[in-house]
Structure formats: structure tokens, C-alpha cells
């Protein structure tokens, strides 16, 4: 399958992400339901696929002669953290008046310029990072996954090391397993070894560590929300990331398509931050230990070397 989600034979097709690396799998999901429990149990995420979920479940819906608003509201509130999630069910949803064909042409358009904006993106961050860092070939790290699996077929942060990679300019990247969920030990990893990319996983709590020993030349994420003043939301530990890169002078690059820029928001602090099951932490404390579990956090503006889109660096 050539893409994370797509659609066939009236139904919403992904990899499902909480099989690999040990299966790839792939999922027919052909009710609204179906498409809402991969959602929230991961089996489909990052914030441009979700997008592409929340239009394809419109299409889904309407093909189904369903009870299309109610349907879109249970995709939109599926996740309450990405943006995109909304954005791709209001996208579809504009579309309804014209038809069930109207829509489902919609939601494949924007699965289409989902790859393209997110390789120009990449293609625009790759040269910022040739331009902050001196040193040939690079060091990079990189927090959860913001690669091909978390797009429709491209990836966001980790297209900037697909973009450098072709040119011989990557030595090595440092992945982050990424708690809870280890995204980035089981997601990024698995990428990375399909592109014969270098790589080593590391905990997320070696980061400060290994740029404190020069082995990290540029840290790389990806964005769930970008607010109108420039703060971003993404998987917890970007915040500690982004301080630790800022104490070692290394540079901080978010890279996103701009639906994930939410300019009705003026900053960080009105990003609804999702908490995940206790359970995801307890396996190995005392019974009854109390959990904190927020899968974001918000890294504030100044942090960051630059936030880029499709459009270049974005200016808040």
C-alpha cells in the first residue's frame, strides 16, 4: 500500500499502526464506527492522516446513507488535539449539498495535496536546517513520528530526512522511542530501516545527553496544532526537547502542512490537551498508583528555530 489511508471499494482502507513493526496489517474499515475506534486506539494518527480520516469518514458516511452530521461530529471529537481531524471533516462536509460523489471527490483531493504540501513543506525545512547547520553530513533527531505513517504518504519532520538522505547528507539519526506509546521506537525506526536510513533509538530522557556530547546537529518534530502566535502542540516530551535544544544552541524545526495551523487560536495556552488511559503507565507501579498522562504539550514560540508549512517558514 502506497498510502497510510486511502480508499477503495466503498470503504476507508489504513495500515494499522498498532501492529507494526512486528505485522504490517492493513484495515478495511467500512462503517463510520470502525473508523472512529482506529482513531482513537492509534491504529490511524499524526495529524495530516487524521485529517485525511476525518474527510474520508464523511465520504464513508455518505456512501452509507448515513446520518452524515452526527457522523461527523463523532469523527471530529474522536481526538481533541489535532486540528486537522476538524479540518478534514468540515472540509468534506462543505462539499455535502452537492452530493455523496461530490464529497468522496473532495476527500480524495485532499488526500492527493496532502502529499504534495507536506513534500514541499520538508523540501522548505530541509534547506532552513542546511542553513543553520554548518556541519556535513548531519546528526538529526527526531520525537514520535511525523514520517509517511503520520501523513497520507509523504511525512512531515521526517520528509526533511527523506529530502536530505537523497543528497548524502544524513550521518546518523537519533530516534526518541517516544512514550507512552513508543512511536518512535516501533514507527520512526521501522521508516527509517525501509529507507536504509541510519538510525539509533534512543529513551526520550538521552535526548539532553546526547546533544550535550555534540551528537545531535538539529532536532526535527512534527505538529498536531500550531497556534496563530506560533506555539505548538505535539506529542509530550517536544516541550523538554525543544528547552534542552535551546540550552545546547540546536537548532528546533517543526515541520507541518498549514491545516495545521489553527489561526483562530492566539496561543498556546487554548490547546485542548488530551489525557491517555492510566493504564498505558501502571503495568509496573503499585496498585493503585495515581497516573498523569497527557499525550501533547505545548512548546512556546521562542523555542523554536522555525515552524515551516508548504509556504516556507511561518511568520506569526
Known amino acids: 500500500m502506497r498510502r497510510t489511508i486511502d480508499w477503495a471499494d466503498g470503504a476507508v482502507v ?35 492522516a487524521l485529517g485525511a480520516a476525518g474527510a474520508l469518514g464523511v465520504a464513508l458516511s455518505a456512501h452509507l446513507k448515513g ?8 469523527l471530529a471529537h474522536a481526538r481533541p488535539t489535532a ?46 536546517v542546511l542553513a543553520e547547520c554548518p ?9 514520535c513520528n511525523a514520517g509517511r505513517l503520520a501523513t497520507v504518504g509523504w511525512g512531515s519532520a521526517l520528509g526533511v ?61 512534527g505538529a498536531d496544532r500550531i497556534a496563530a502566535n506560533g506555539d505548538v502542540a505535539n506529542k509530550i516530551g517536544t516541550y523538554g526537547l525543544a528547552i534542552a535544544a535551546h540550552h545546547h544552541r540546536v537548532p528546533f524545526v517543526v515541520v507541518a502542512p498549514s491545516s495545521t495551523v489553527d489561526s483562530k487560536l492566539a496561543d498556546g495556552s487554548g ?28 512548546t512556546p514560540f521562542d523555542l523554536i528555530t522555525a515552524v515551516v508549512t508548504e509556504h516556507g517558514r511561518f511568520e506569526p
Open 83 to 128: 486540528v486537522n481531524l476538524t479540518w478534514g471533516v468540515e472540509r468534506a462536509l462543505g462539499k455535502l449539498g452537492q452530493g455523496e460523489d461530490a464529497v468522496l471527490a473532495e476527500a480524495l483531493a485532499l488526500l492527493d495535496e496532502d502529499e504534495r504540501l507536506n513534500e514541499t513543506a520538508s523540501k522548505h525545512a530541509a534547506e532552513i
Open 67 to 74: 446520518d452524515v452530521p452526527k457522523d461527523a461530529e463523532l
Open 161 to 221: 530526512v527523506w529530502h536530505l538522505h537523497e543528497r548524502g547528507l544524513v550521518e546518523e539519526v537519533l530516534v526518541d522511542e517516544t512514550r507512552p506509546l513508543l512511536q518512535g521506537a516501533r514507527l520512526t525506526a521501522w521508516e527509517l530501516a525501509q529507507a536504509n536510513v541510519p538510525y539509533r533509538v534512543q529513551p526520550d530522557s538521552a535526548a539532553a545527553a546526547a546533544m550535550a556530547r555534540g551528537m545531535v546537529d538539529c532536532v526535527l518534530v
Open 135 to 143: 556541519r556535513r553530513p548531519l546528526k538529526l533527531l527526531t520525537h
Open 14 to 48: 489504513i495500515i494499522d499502526q498498532t501492529a507494526l513493526p512486528g505485522e504490517y496489517r492493513l484495515l478495511e474499515l467500512r462503517t463510520v464506527g470502525e473508523l472512529v475506534d482506529a482513531v482513537k486506539r492509534l491504529a490511524v494518527r499524526g495529524a495530516p
Open 271 to 298: 490547546i485542548t490537551i488530551e489525557e491517555r488511559d492510566a493504564a498505558e503507565l501502571t503495568e509496573h507501579t503499585p496498585e493503585g498508583a495515581q497516573v498523569f498522562n497527557p499525550a501533547f504539550d505545548v
